[in-house]
């Protein structure tokens, strides 16, 4: 049965978003350690205790929706979505799967994500949009994470059409 984790609005600095199971866990300033061997630089899945993502926006409030699924969602992505990634994370066993934005300001806990290897898809649309209007005071970058059982593979980046995302990709990604 799918299940949703968390659907709010994130309120987060220098755009990032990280999903964490440990204490050491998160986005520490290196981007090497994030994306070393991946082709996107958007969703960094390199480290051992968590992935990095990240956001259009540099600052603000971001609509956030992280969802559990019991299988590999539909093999075409919804076309509303601008930019697509796939990763691959291993949840340890006796680890809480938790989200945080930059050093913390915003966190919580995803209830009940058995340990395990998983896939993750990250959906963005309006990157760009976040990017330009970086300090707005509405809501101008959405995000669909969702998760599922799955044996390891090589990231994916499924589709990308923003500006955003072509920059990060050619930045960070690139690596394999």
């Not at 993750?120 to 669909?144: I, M, N, P, Q, T």
Request: hydrophobic fraction near 35%.
């Amino acid at each position: 049965m799918d299940r949703v984790l968390l659907d709010q609005v994130i309120m987060t600095d220098y755009g990032q978003f990280d999903l964490i199971w440990a204490d050491e866990g998160g986005f520490d300033g290196i981007f090497e350690r994030c994306f070393e061997g991946q082709v996107n630089g958007l969703v960094g899945a390199a480290a051992p205790n968590g992935v990095y993502i990240n956001l259009g926006r540099r600052s603000g409030g971001s609509d956030m929706c992280i969802v559990l699924l019991d299988k590999r969602p539909a093999t075409e992505p919804d076309s509303a979505w601008e930019d697509i990634v796939e990763v691959s994370f291993a949840l340890p066993p006796g680890h809480d799967l938790r989200w945080a934005s930059w050093a913390d300001e915003t966190k919580g806990e995803l209830a009940n994500v058995p340990p395990g290897s998983y896939r993750l898809r990250v959906s963005a649309k309006g990157r760009d949009e976040g990017h330009d209007g970086e300090f707005s005071e509405e809501v101008v970058d959405h995000y669909l994470l969702e998760m599922w059982p799955a044996t390891p593979k090589p990231d994916a980046i499924v589709r990308s059409k923003s500006q955003s995302a072509e920059y990060w990709h050619k930045t960070w990604g690139s690596r394999r």
